[in-house]
């Protein structure tokens, strides 16, 4: 009888654990395989509506020079203190809002490349949602040059058109899930993920200037002709889908 040597033994496994563990891979394998792959849709829904622009912005500007900068400067701030006080005047909240803007004085060159003098600037902004008193006032500011008009959307106007955009956007959104559903041979859908952003199209822009007057002298009571147009308001819905039987 040899004897065997215990480094030329085989281990065995016990019989159970072998096939406990065929008994395993068997069901994992066919779980893995009934897993079906998913199929979502990316797209985008949109609803917009033109309206018309409610805030007017009128921007005007003093111009003086001269050899002394202070007398410059004081020429300056008393044109711009009689503006203001005449503007004030018709300034209501929502209304018509005054603002001064760019005040500023700087060396003046000659062709020679050397200082001739000093030459100051200082604006004044009117802007509200009353177009005739925005443009009534700006037409009695004496002193002043118009360099700057147009129409934007007010903050007010955007909000109160929001909700209902949001709401035609989303049901836009959820029509279209529903159709392209059935069209592939699908039941139904499940939302995966969803962004709805409203938007300004108009982005607040300044239309071409209406109206420019060219000087003091030509300054007179008459309010500033204006034309608001339109600007547009929209809101989006972008998401994911899965389709489902």
């Given at each position: 009888m040899h004897a065997i040597h215990p480094m030329n033994r085989r281990p065995r496994w016990p019989t159970a654990m072998v096939a406990l563990g065929l008994a395993c891979a068997g069901p994992m394998t066919a779980v893995a395989a009934d897993v079906p792959p998913a199929h979502q849709l990316s797209f985008s829904a949109s609803a917009s509506l033109e309206v018309t622009r409610d805030v007017l912005t009128v921007s005007l500007q003093a111009v003086r020079d001269g050899t002394d900068a202070a007398v410059v400067q004081s020429a300056l701030k008393q044109v711009l203190d009689t503006a203001l006080n005449e503007a004030r005047k018709a300034a209501e909240p929502g209304a018509l809002a005054v603002r001064t803007e760019g005040f500023n004085l700087a060396l003046r060159y000659g062709r020679e490349g050397k200082p001739s003098g000093w030459t100051g600037t200082a604006g004044l902004v009117l802007e509200g949602r009353d177009i005739a008193r925005v443009a009534a006032t700006a037409g009695k500011l004496t002193g002043l040059t118009i360099v700057g008009a147009g129409y934007?959307?007010?903050?007010?106007?955007?909000?109160?058109?929001?909700?209902?955009?949001?709401?035609?956007?989303?049901?836009?959104?959820?029509?279209?899930?529903?159709?392209m559903?059935?069209?592939?041979?699908?039941?139904?859908?499940?939302?995966?993920?969803?962004?709805?952003?409203?938007?300004?199209?108009?982005?607040?822009?300044?239309?071409?200037?209406?109206?420019?007057?060219?000087s003091a002298a030509q300054a007179d009571a008459a309010p500033m002709p204006t034309e608001a147009g339109?600007?547009?308001?929209?809101?989006?819905?972008?998401?994911?889908?899965?389709?489902?039987r």
């Open positions: 934007s959307l007010s903050r007010e106007l955007r909000e109160r058109h929001e909700a209902e955009l949001t709401a035609q956007a989303i049901q836009k959104f959820r029509s279209r899930a529903d159709e559903a059935r069209q592939f041979g699908y039941s139904g859908y499940q939302l995966r993920e969803v962004n709805v952003q409203a938007s300004d199209a108009d982005g607040g822009g300044r239309p071409p200037l209406v109206m420019m007057r060219a339109k600007g547009l308001l929209s809101a989006t819905v972008q998401g994911t889908v899965t389709l489902t």
